[in-house]
């Protein structure tokens, strides 16, 4: 396998999780606005990051830099499936 395929394995993998990352999200908004108990559990997470924006005012111009990451289980379990569907897909 040369050095160009392994890169685009790389890419396809990394679609894939941020796919993962999409649906998972969607799972987490349904726990969230559900009264099923293990759905909620898909809305428990960690939010980590820059909790103020870091603004430079230049003058001509302003710039505000932040970054803020919420890993719940419903995105752990979005990137779960879509790994499996990553490994099924590529065989």
């Known amino acids: 396998m ?3 395929m392994e890169r ?5 993998f990394f ?6 990352f999409v649906l998972g999200g969607f799972l987490t908004s349904l726990g969230a606005e559900s009264n099923v108990r293990w759905l ?3 809305n428990y997470g960690y939010s980590f990051g820059m909790l103020d924006p870091c ?12 970054l803020s ?3 719940t289980f419903g995105s752990l379990v979005g ?5 499996v569907i ?3 897909v590529m065989q």
Do not use: A
Not at 8 to 12: A, L, M, P
């Open 69 to 71: 990451i919420r890993i």
């Open 8 to 12: 685009r394995n790389v890419g396809e």
């Open 79 to 83: 990137c779960v499936i879509t790994s």
């Open 55 to 66: 603004v430079i005012d230049l003058g001509v111009m302003t710039v505000t830099l932040g």
């Open 15 to 20: 679609l894939f999780l941020i796919i993962g």
């Open 40 to 42: 909620q559990v898909l």
């Open 86 to 88: 990553y490994r099924k």
């Open 2 to 4: 040369g050095k160009s």
